[in-house]
C-alpha cells in the first residue's frame, strides 16, 4: 500500500468540525485546512477559478462559488487522527488510513525551533531570583531571569520584575519552569516585555519564509483588573548582524531595540486566561532580513501593580511553518550547551574545586588561565566579583584569597578569546615567580561571568 497525501497531508491538516479528526487535503479537499484561510470548495456553474465566498462571482466564466470552507485552526492540539487517503497499485480505487497527529511533523528543519531555552530550564544567569527589567535601557546579563530570555520595560521609572517559577501558576504538562513577568510598582504605562534575538546565521534561513510564533501564557491574578488580561506577541526584523539586545528601545511606546532596519513582522494582542493555554502568531520574514527578535509583552494600565499583575509564560517556539507544530522539547544538556555560548559563570563554593591552572608571576600575582567549557558564540566581555584563591606556596597545602580579581594586564591584548580567558589573581602571598599554581574555590563571594551581548 502507498500512501498518497497531498502537499499538505502533512504540515496542514484540515481539522473536521466539533470533532477530534484532522483530515488531510486529498480526497477530504472541502474540509478546514490547518493554518489556512477560507476558500471555494466548489461552484454552483461554470468553470470559473475556485477562491472568494458563497455567491461571489468567479472569472470571466462567470461560474459561483456555491460551498464556502471556512478558515482551519491555527495549529493542531495534537490529539487529532489524521484520515488520508491512498492510492493501492494495481487501481484499486482509495482507501482511508488513519495517522495520529503526533506523527506528523514540521519538516523544514531539524531542530524546527529557532529560539533557545524555549522551555526555560537553564536558569545560570541569575536562578529562581527576582530580576528587575532593564529600563529603557540596553538588557544585559542582570535582567534575565532565563538564559538568552531579557526582560525590558519601555521607560525609565520602570517597574518590571520577572522571575523563574515552578507554581503559582503551574506551568503546563511537560514543562518544569515557567516565567513570571509583571509591573511591581509604579504609574507604568509602558510595554514590560521578555525577549530573544534569533542570531544572523539561523535569521538569513527564516528570510522571505512564513513564521510561526507560539507559546504557553496566562494571566496572573492581578491583570484582568488592570488591562482585561491582554498581552502581544511580537516578531521584529532587522538587516543588521548579531546586532543584540544591548540597546534601549527606538521610541516610546515602541518595544524594539535600534537595530539597522529595524521592522515590525507582527503585534499581535491576545487575551489569555488564568489557566496556562497555547496561543501562536504567524508572520512573513523579509526577504532581505538578517536578524529576527521575538518578545512577549503587556502593558500595563496607571492602575494595579504589585506581584500578580502581569503574566506567565514557557514553551516559546519559532519555527518556518504556517502553523504552530508540538512543542519542540530538547534534552537540559543540549540546552545548556548552547547556552553556555552565550553565558558562562563561576560562582564561588565552600569546598576546594579548582577551576584553573596558575603561574606565579611574583610574590602577589599568579597568572591563571579559564577554558570556557564551549566556544562562545563571540568574543565575550568579562566580570569579576572579587573572591576565589591561590595557593600560598610551592606545596599547595594552603589557600590566600585574591584581593583582586581581573583579567589579565600582563597577556598582550588583555582581552577574553572565545575559548578562554587569562586571569590576575592579586593576593598577599603567592608562591615564587615561576612556580605552578592554580585558582579554586575558597568559601568566599567571587562570581567570574563571561557574557556575550545576545
Given at each position: 500500500m502507498?500512501?498518497?497525501?497531498?502537499?499538505?497531508?502533512?504540515?496542514?491538516?484540515?481539522?473536521?468540525?466539533?470533532a477530534?479528526?484532522?483530515?488531510?487535503?486529498?480526497?477530504f479537499?472541502?474540509?478546514?485546512?490547518?493554518?489556512?484561510?477560507?476558500?471555494?470548495?466548489?461552484?454552483v456553474s461554470?468553470?470559473?477559478g475556485l477562491?472568494?465566498i458563497?455567491?461571489?462571482?468567479?472569472?470571466?466564466?462567470?461560474?459561483?462559488?456555491?460551498?464556502?470552507?471556512?478558515?482551519?485552526?491555527?495549529?493542531?492540539?495534537?490529539s487529532?487522527i489524521v484520515?488520508?487517503?491512498?492510492?493501492?497499485?494495481?487501481?484499486?480505487?482509495?482507501?482511508?488510513?488513519?495517522i495520529?497527529?503526533?506523527?506528523?511533523?514540521?519538516?523544514?528543519?531539524?531542530p524546527?525551533?529557532?529560539?533557545?531555552n524555549?522551555?526555560l530550564?537553564?536558569?545560570?544567569?541569575n536562578?529562581?531570583?527576582?530580576?528587575t527589567?532593564?529600563?529603557n535601557?540596553?538588557?544585559?546579563v542582570t535582567?534575565?531571569?532565563?538564559?538568552?530570555?531579557?526582560?525590558?520595560?519601555?521607560?525609565?521609572s520602570?517597574?518590571?520584575r520577572?522571575?523563574?517559577?515552578?507554581?503559582?501558576?503551574t506551568?503546563?504538562?511537560g514543562?518544569?519552569?515557567?516565567?513570571?513577568?509583571w509591573?511591581?510598582?509604579?504609574?507604568?504605562?509602558?510595554?514590560?516585555?521578555?525577549?530573544?534575538?534569533?542570531?544572523?546565521?539561523?535569521?538569513?534561513?527564516?528570510?522571505?519564509?512564513?513564521?510561526?510564533?507560539?507559546?504557553?501564557?496566562?494571566?496572573?491574578?492581578g491583570?484582568?483588573?488592570?488591562?482585561?488580561?491582554v498581552i502581544?506577541?511580537?516578531v521584529?526584523?532587522?538587516?543588521?548582524t548579531?546586532?543584540?539586545l544591548t540597546?534601549?528601545?527606538?521610541?516610546?511606546?515602541?518595544?524594539?531595540p535600534?537595530?539597522?532596519?529595524?521592522?515590525?513582522?507582527?503585534?499581535?494582542a491576545?487575551?489569555?486566561?488564568?489557566t496556562?493555554s497555547r496561543?501562536?502568531v504567524?508572520?512573513?520574514i523579509p526577504?532581505?532580513?538578517?536578524?529576527?527578535?521575538?518578545?512577549?509583552?503587556?502593558?500595563?494600565?496607571?492602575?494595579?501593580?504589585g506581584?500578580?499583575?502581569g503574566?506567565?509564560?514557557t514553551?516559546?517556539?519559532?519555527e518556518?511553518s504556517?502553523?504552530?507544530?508540538a512543542?519542540?522539547?530538547?534534552?537540559?544538556?543540549?540546552?545548556?550547551t548552547?547556552?553556555?555560548?552565550?553565558f558562562?559563570?563561576i560562582a564561588?563554593?565552600?569546598?576546594?574545586t579548582?577551576?584553573?591552572m596558575?603561574?606565579a608571576?611574583?610574590?602577589?600575582?599568579?597568572?591563571?588561565?579559564?577554558?570556557?567549557?564551549?566556544t562562545?558564540?563571540?568574543v565575550?566581555?568579562?566580570?569579576?566579583?572579587?573572591?576565589f584563591?591561590?595557593?600560598?606556596?610551592?606545596?599547595?597545602s594552603?589557600?590566600?584569597?585574591?584581593?583582586?580579581?581581573?583579567?589579565?594586564?600582563?597577556?598582550?591584548?588583555?582581552?577574553?578569546?572565545v575559548?578562554?580567558?587569562m586571569?590576575?589573581?592579586v593576593?598577599?602571598?603567592?608562591?615564587?615567580?615561576?612556580?605552578?599554581d592554580?585558582?579554586?574555590?575558597?568559601g568566599?563571594?567571587?562570581?567570574?561571568?563571561?557574557?556575550?551581548?545576545?
Amino acid at each position: 500500500m502507498k500512501l498518497n497525501v497531498r502537499r499538505t497531508a502533512l504540515a496542514l491538516a484540515g481539522l473536521a468540525a466539533l470533532a477530534t479528526v484532522a483530515h488531510a487535503a486529498g480526497m477530504f479537499s472541502t474540509l478546514p485546512i490547518v493554518g489556512s484561510g477560507s476558500f471555494c470548495g466548489s461552484t454552483v456553474s461554470g468553470t470559473g477559478g475556485l477562491g472568494g465566498i458563497t455567491g461571489q462571482g468567479q472569472g470571466s466564466t462567470g461560474s459561483i462559488c456555491g460551498q464556502t470552507i471556512p478558515a482551519g485552526p491555527t495549529f493542531l492540539t495534537g490529539s487529532e487522527i489524521v484520515p488520508a487517503d491512498t492510492g493501492l497499485t494495481g487501481g484499486a480505487p482509495p482507501q482511508t488510513v488513519a495517522i495520529p497527529v503526533p506523527m506528523l511533523g514540521n519538516y523544514w528543519g531539524t531542530p524546527r525551533n529557532f529560539l533557545d531555552n524555549g522551555a526555560l530550564n537553564i536558569t545560570n544567569t541569575n536562578g529562581t531570583s527576582t530580576v528587575t527589567c532593564a529600563a529603557n535601557a540596553a538588557i544585559t546579563v542582570t535582567s534575565m531571569s532565563a538564559d538568552r530570555w531579557g526582560c525590558q520595560a519601555n521607560v525609565g521609572s520602570a517597574q518590571g520584575r520577572s522571575a523563574i517559577i515552578t507554581s503559582s501558576p503551574t506551568p503546563p504538562a511537560g514543562f518544569t519552569n515557567a516565567m513570571k513577568v509583571w509591573r511591581n510598582s509604579a504609574a507604568l504605562t509602558q510595554p514590560v516585555c521578555v525577549m530573544q534575538e534569533v542570531t544572523t546565521p539561523q535569521s538569513v534561513q527564516l528570510a522571505g519564509q512564513v513564521v510561526t510564533f507560539s507559546f504557553y501564557a496566562a494571566a496572573l491574578a492581578g491583570l484582568a483588573a488592570d488591562n482585561n488580561n491582554v498581552i502581544n506577541a511580537v516578531v521584529f526584523t532587522g538587516t543588521g548582524t548579531d546586532q543584540g539586545l544591548t540597546t534601549a528601545p527606538t521610541a516610546s511606546p515602541a518595544i524594539t531595540p535600534a537595530w539597522t532596519g529595524i521592522a515590525t513582522a507582527v503585534n499581535q494582542a491576545i487575551t489569555v486566561t488564568t489557566t496556562f493555554s497555547r496561543y501562536a502568531v504567524q508572520a512573513t520574514i523579509p526577504a532581505t532580513a538578517t536578524e529576527i527578535g521575538v518578545a512577549i509583552c503587556f502593558t500595563p494600565t496607571a492602575t494595579g501593580a504589585g506581584a500578580t499583575d502581569g503574566f506567565a509564560w514557557t514553551g516559546a517556539q519559532l519555527e518556518r511553518s504556517p502553523g504552530a507544530s508540538a512543542f519542540e522539547f530538547r534534552s537540559k544538556s543540549e540546552e545548556l550547551t548552547k547556552a553556555q555560548a552565550f553565558f558562562y559563570t563561576i560562582a564561588e563554593g565552600a569546598a576546594t574545586t579548582v577551576r584553573a591552572m596558575c603561574m606565579a608571576s611574583s610574590t602577589t600575582l599568579a597568572i591563571c588561565g579559564l577554558q570556557f567549557p564551549v566556544t562562545m558564540y563571540s568574543v565575550p566581555a568579562m566580570t569579576y566579583t572579587n573572591g576565589f584563591a591561590t595557593a600560598t606556596t610551592t606545596a599547595g597545602s594552603t589557600l590566600g584569597a585574591c584581593n583582586t580579581l581581573r583579567t589579565s594586564t600582563l597577556v598582550t591584548g588583555n582581552a577574553a578569546s572565545v575559548n578562554n580567558v587569562m586571569l590576575d589573581c592579586v593576593a598577599t602571598t603567592v608562591p615564587a615567580a615561576g612556580s605552578a599554581d592554580y585558582l579554586a574555590d575558597n568559601g568566599g563571594s567571587g562570581v567570574i561571568k563571561a557574557w556575550v551581548g545576545m
